[in-house]
Structures are given as structure tokens and as C-alpha cells.
């Protein structure tokens, strides 16, 4: 069977043998290419992908002009946005404005580094992959701040001091439903974490406490992507756009790209941690059913399990009204971090027991 | 009995901010406020300190032109005032003229304004439950509403002859008769409606964050609705009896059998809820009417010219909104001296600040989305 880590494997000793001490550096250079053009072709394919799934809720055709049943709608949107003029307002500051925009974008790309796409296709395995995805994430909060901040916006402001509350909240919750797998898994290594789901993945074999956990990261990760019902930062009827107000041209298209591969990297995070990332569904004694599910390539298993958690995100946008920023605090404060701190525990007694399947 | 109301002067107005404190405008062009009202907010964090709304952007001295139009002219001006409900404000100054005329209308023509009353209430408050729920953040109810409310406009456009601005009341009754396929295409809307609205309240009354952002929110006491002259669903949500069609019924509302739909809370919800049922009231009108439309004239004969007698006269009815008033001072000529129209909107959003102060600026959103705003009704 094909497999991604044999072309792997043959490319670095293809490259070892024709580049020598270069190695490193090419292969940099072929994973970066690779990571921008993810990049574009996933921001394009999310973008149409909310508008046809918004419109099929709101009981319309979505968009259907530009290209074949409105395929090319994001290219069109995105040279639009290409050649509009970028503009600065008059009293903003002018290098952390223009670098805002670039931090949040970096954080993006940054976390793409430990997600496995398929089997053998992983950027960089690193031994604390949890943590670095958490430690990361965080940052994207000072790029949110620091446009809100340099836009010389009232609402701008506001929506920056909303975002912020909000994203260091869920931070917590986001990180306690995740420690709850890396007790179970006991590594922070992604591909352990994947290897630990070989007979069944953790919602499954975890018991309620992991379903919980799995809620609970499902909600903190909407907040922290700032969407709907949680979208205060950039609540329109309210604040207009929110930090983003007075982004136009290509900086407003970095937040708004953004905005999604975050969606897609919070869901493939979800996907490998409680669904088993590229690892088929198998389950233990069914040897016939865990042969025909192996048939199945990783890399399907990955985006069909990714894609799915994205579309629960999408429906959740398109059905809630927004919450109201002290009931935001409220439920995290009071409801999804007691719960997941006593959830924690919980998974940790059965991790020690050993009672998980 | 202004509970906590302060009388705005030039000092109060020109009052340093304090330490902590920051205006931000809503408006003229703003997403939540459907029109170019502007409201200068004092903040203090998130917290609203004092909103002042801003008048006149959208001004167009329909009583002043009114002046200088004749009696069959000046009803089709205001159809752009509260152009939601264009058909009941042509209604009241149908009437008004009539009354001065002391013309008897005839009642074919008194049962196919109620109909196209009500059919125009159902249409504004459908418009009504998207465009709020889009200023909670939820935009899908917006195209579930706009399904019931484009079949409304289909009916009025084959009779009227148009979709939102109809011009379809005349002095002494109604312009056309009405299109021989109406009476099928009002009995098929009215099972759509009944089929279709409990999408909407599955989507939207029972969804524990709309909930939350409306009990409780924005709360207006029976005391101060009252005192700030509200009307309508504002008022009746707060527990004011003080629909038209039952306290100075009009047009034959008397003769039909429905509900004042009244709630005590006087919070966001409540103003939700009285409209989600006064929609089932007015459906219920209609099928009390629907079958029973007598023949005869849908005009009264007038000539050609109306000339009304010198004196003062006065209607209300209830638009969408609440009460809305006309009167006409006439000296005895072709045109009005003077016309002055009681809007509802106007004294609703007077109350604005006093509900939505000290709320959070999320609350003033649900607050306002509530009290049903059309602009051009306030500024005229």
C-alpha cells in the first residue's frame, strides 16, 4: 500500500545523496512551499466551504456565478482584496498596525508544524507537541491585542479588550480537556498520542470524562477562534468589525485567512486527540472490519474526521445568536472550568486504575 | 412620574468625561441601528453610562409638504414614513380625511383594509423577529422570516400593485378591487404561516442564548411606558392595555372576535413573545375574514376634488409599531393647513435610555433590536 513516510524516506536520501550538506535547508525550503500553498488552497477551500454551508442552512443557493456552481467565488474575493488599497488611519500606530496582522498570521503557520496529516506526513514530531500547540496558540492574543490597541479605534479597542478577556478564559479550559488525553496517552508526543488510539480512539475508550473533556474543548476552541456564538471580538451589530475595523486591502485578508486555517488546525487538534487523527476506526476482536478500515488511506481518515468537526463549528455559527460578554466570562469562569478541573481528576483516576479500554 | 429621567440641557450635554469614561457613536451608519438614527453612547468599559440618540438624518418634512398637497396626495407621502406598515399609516389618513368628509365607507372595502392591515402587521413584525435576532448575532432567522414575509409582498404586489410602498388607501374605501386570485393566495398563505412559524421558535424562543440575552433585559415598568408615551408592543409588553383596535376600535374591528396579547415582564423577551402572538392574532383575523369579504363597492363615490370643512380632526389606529395619530387642522380648502403625525416610534425610542442604561453595550443591542425602530417613522 502507499505510503506517505516511504516517499518520505526515499526523498531525504535522495536529497542526502545529491545535496549533501544542503539537506536541512532544501528540505525546509520543499516543507515551507508545501505549508503556504496548504496555506492558500485551505483558506480558499474553507472560505467557500462556510458560504455554501451558510446558505444551505439559511435555505438559499449561496454563492453560484464565479466559476463552476461558484467554485472560484474566494479567488475572485481574494484578488480583490489583493488590489484594494491597504489603508492606515491617520493616528494609528503605523508598525505595530502593520505588524498585527503578521503576528496572528505567524501563529497560524507556526501550529501547523506538529499536526499529522496522514500517516508519516508530519512537519516536525516534537516530544512536547501538546504543549508547543498550547503554547502557541496563546500567542495569537498579542497580535489581536496589539491591532486593536494601534488602530486609534474606540471599537477597534474595545473588541481587542473583549478578545483578549475572552481568549486567555478558554485558554484554560482548552488546555485542561487537552491534558485530559495526554494523562490517558501519557505523552505530549503527537504520533503517541495518535499510536495510543490504534484499538479504538479516546472518545471511545476514554468513558464520559473524555466525551466531556471532548464538549468541553469543542466550546473553548469555537471561543478561542472568535466564532460565532462567541464572535464578541468582532461582534458587527455591536462594534462594527471589532479589531478588525479599520484593516482594509490585504492586511484585513492575513486576519480574516487567519481566522480559518486557526479553524482548521483548532479541529484537526480535536480530531487527533479524541478521534484518533489519521488512525482508522478499529475495533478490538473485529479483525475482518479493522482489515476494510485499514484499506481506507490515513490522510481521508484525517480531513474526514477534520472536516467533520469544522462543519460542527459552522453549524454552531450559523444557528446561535452571540453571547453577551459577562455571560461569555460566566460560563467559562463558573461552569467549563470547575467541570473540567474535576474532570481532570476524574481521568486521571481511571488512567491509573488502568479502567479505560 | 419620569422615574430617573433628567432633563437634557446645554450643560449636561457639553459635561467633561470622566476618568474611565468613552463616547462611542452608533450610527448614522451602523449595523445595528437599520437606518441612520445615531446614538452617542457614554461608556464606561462596557458598561452604558448615558445614550443620546440623534435626530433628523433622515428628515423630510413630510408634514410640512403635506401642506401643499391635496387630500387624495398626501396619503401616498406617507407611505415612506413607517414604510413597514405603509398600508395602516394610509389607513389613518383615509380615515382622518373621511371623518372630515363624514363619508360612510363602504363595507366591502372596511373588510379588505383590515385584511390588508393585518396581512402588512404579519409582514412587519416577520421583518421584525429577523432583524432583531441579527442584532443578537443570529443571522439564519433573517431568511426564514423573509420566506413568509416575500409571500405577503407577492399578495399586496397583485393587488397594489406594489410590494412595500402601496398607496392602496383612498379616501371613501380602496383603490382596485381586489385580484380575483387574493382570497386563494391569502387562505394558502395562512397554512403556511401555521406550518412554517414553528421553525422560527424552534430556531429562536426556545434557544438558551436568545434566552439569555432577552429575559430580563431592557426592562421598561408598566409605570414608565406610561410616562414615556409608549404604544404597541413596547407597551402591551409591559402590561399597557392600550391597543387601538380594542380601546377605539376603527373600521370594524369591533365586530371581530381577538385578543389583546399583553405580558407583564416589560423585558426584551416579553416584547419578542407579544409579538410572536399578536402574529397569530392577526391570522386569526384574517380567517374570521377571508371567507366572509361582502360584495359590493370597494369605493365610496367622492368627487373628484375633496374639499374638507373648516376644523380639526384626529385618528389613530395601530400600526405595527403602536399608535399612530394624524391630525388635520383644515381652513376649508383643497390642502390641510397644518398636519401633524403622533408617530409611534418616536416616543418608543424616547425610552431607549432609560432601559438601557447601565446595561452592558451587548444588552443595548437587545434592547433596541425590541423596541422595533424605523427611522424614517421617528424623523418623518
Known amino acids: 500500500m502507499f505510503s506517505f513516510q516511504q516517499l518520505a524516506q526515499q526523498t531525504h536520501a535522495w536529497l542526502q545523496q545529491h545535496t549533501g550538506s544542503f539537506t536541512v535547508l532544501v528540505e525546509c525550503a520543499i516543507v515551507a512551499v508545501f505549508a503556504i500553498t496548504l496555506f492558500a488552497v485551505l483558506g480558499l477551500v474553507l472560505v467557500l466551504l462556510e458560504r455554501k454551508v451558510a446558505a444551505h442552512i439559511q435555505i438559499r443557493v449561496g454563492p453560484n456565478r464565479v466559476g463552476p456552481a461558484g467554485l472560484l467565488q474566494t479567488v475572485a474575493d481574494t484578488l480583490k482584496l489583493l488590489m484594494k488599497e491597504g489603508l492606515v488611519p491617520n493616528l494609528a500606530d503605523k508598525f505595530l498596525f502593520n505588524l498585527a496582522p503578521f503576528i496572528v498570521m505567524m501563529v497560524a503557520m507556526l501550529l501547523l508544524a506538529p499536526v499529522a496529516f496522514a500517516r508519516g506526513i508530519q512537519i516536525w514530531d516534537i516530544n512536547i507537541g501538546v504543549l508547543y500547540i498550547s503554547a502557541i496558540s496563546s500567542i495569537s492574543v498579542i497580535g489581536i491585542l496589539m491591532a486593536g490597541w494601534s488602530s486609534n479605534n474606540k471599537y477597534a479597542m474595545l473588541g481587542a479588550m473583549r478578545s483578549g478577556a475572552q481568549i486567555v478564559s478558554y485558554e484554560l479550559s482548552a488546555g485542561f480537556s487537552v491534558l485530559c488525553i495526554v494523562v490517558l496517552s501519557g505523552s505530549l508526543r503527537i504520533s503517541d498520542i495518535i499510536a495510543a488510539q490504534e484499538n479504538g480512539w479516546w472518545i471511545f475508550k476514554g468513558h464520559i470524562p473524555v466525551l466531556i473533556s471532548f464538549v468541553i474543548f469543542i466550546i473553548a476552541v469555537t471561543a478561542e477562534t472568535n466564532r460565532a456564538p462567541f464572535d464578541l471580538a468582532e461582534a458587527e451589530s455591536e462594534l462594527t468589525a471589532g479589531f478588525h475595523t479599520e484593516y482594509s486591502g490585504m492586511r484585513f485578508a492575513l486576519f480574516f485567512l487567519a481566522e480559518y486555517i486557526n479553524i482548521f488546525i483548532v479541529c484537526a487538534i480535536g480530531a487527533t486527540l479524541f478521534l484518533g487523527g489519521w488512525m482508522p476506526l478499529h475495533i478490538a476482536h473485529w479483525e475482518g472490519f479493522n482489515h476494510v478500515m485499514d484499506y481506507i488511506p490515513s490522510s481521508v481518515w484525517f480531513m474526514g474526521k477534520t472536516f467533520a468537526l469544522i462543519l460542527l463549528i459552522m453549524w454552531f455559527r450559523w444557528t446561535f445568536p452571540r453571547l453577551r460578554v459577562d455571560q461569555l466570562l460566566t460560563l467559562e469562569w463558573k461552569y467549563l472550568l470547575p467541570i473540567g478541573l474535576f474532570n481532570l481528576l476524574l481521568v486521571a483516576i481511571i488512567a491509573i486504575m488502568g479502567w479505560h479500554f | ?380
Request: hydrophobic share 40%; with cysteine.
Open chain 2, 1 to 380: 412620574m419620569y422615574s430617573e429621567t433628567t432633563i437634557v440641557t446645554p450643560d449636561v450635554l457639553q459635561q467633561p468625561l470622566q476618568e474611565g469614561q468613552l463616547v462611542i457613536n452608533v450610527g448614522p451608519q451602523h449595523p445595528a441601528t437599520h437606518g441612520v438614527l445615531h446614538l452617542v453612547i457614554t461608556l464606561e468599559g462596557e458598561t452604558i453610562i448615558k445614550i443620546e440618540p440623534h435626530l433628523g438624518y433622515i428628515h423630510r418634512s413630510i408634514e410640512k409638504m403635506s401642506e401643499s398637497l391635496t387630500y387624495r396626495q398626501f396619503i401616498y407621502v406617507t407611505s415612506r414614513m413607517d414604510y413597514l406598515s405603509a398600508h395602516i399609516n394610509n389607513l389613518a389618513c383615509a380615515m382622518c380625511v373621511e371623518k372630515g368628509m363624514q363619508l360612510e365607507v363602504p363595507d366591502r372595502a372596511q373588510v379588505i383594509r383590515i385584511i390588508m392591515s393585518e396581512l402588512t402587521r404579519i409582514a412587519s413584525h416577520e421583518l421584525w423577529i429577523g432583524a432583531m435576532a441579527m442584532d443578537l448575532g443570529a443571522f439564519t432567522p433573517f431568511f426564514y422570516t423573509f420566506r413568509e414575509r416575500e409571500t405577503i409582498n407577492d399578495i399586496m404586489e397583485q393587488t397594489c400593485g406594489a410590494r412595500l410602498t402601496m398607496n392602496y388607501m383612498v379616501p371613501g374605501g380602496v383603490m382596485y378591487d381586489l385580484h380575483p386570485e387574493f382570497v386563494a393566495r391569502v387562505k394558502s398563505f395562512v397554512v403556511q404561516f401555521k406550518s412554517k412559524v414553528s421553525e422560527l421558535e424552534d430556531l429562536v424562543t426556545d434557544n438558551i442564548i436568545f434566552r439569555n440575552r432577552t429575559v430580563g433585559v431592557g426592562v421598561l415598568s408598566k409605570a414608565d411606558a406610561i410616562s414615556y408615551g409608549c404604544t404597541g408592543p413596547v407597551a402591551r409588553a409591559s402590561g399597557v392595555d392600550g391597543d387601538i383596535r380594542k380601546r377605539f376600535p376603527y373600521s370594524g374591528y369591533e365586530k371581530l372576535q381577538f385578543e389583546q396579547c399583553l405580558d407583564s415582564a416589560g423585558d426584551s423577551f416579553a416584547r419578542y413573545i407579544v409579538r410572536i402572538r399578536e402574529m397569530y392574532q392577526s391570522i386569526h383575523i384574517i380567517e374570521q375574514l377571508i371567507d366572509a369579504i361582502p360584495e359590493g363597492e370597494f369605493q365610496a363615490k367622492t368627487k373628484a376634488v375633496i374639499k374638507l370643512p373648516k376644523g380639526e380632526f384626529y385618528t389613530r389606529v395601530e400600526t405595527a409599531r403602536g399608535e399612530l395619530g394624524v391630525y388635520i387642522v383644515s381652513e376649508g380648502g383643497t390642502t390641510p393647513y397644518r398636519i401633524k403625525y403622533r408617530s409611534p416610534g418616536f416616543s418608543n425610542l424616547s425610552a431607549l435610555n432609560h432601559m438601557a442604561k447601565g446595561s452592558k453595550i451587548g444588552d443595548l443591542m437587545a434592547t433596541m433590536g425590541t423596541l422595533d425602530l424605523v427611522i424614517p417613522d421617528i424623523d418623518r
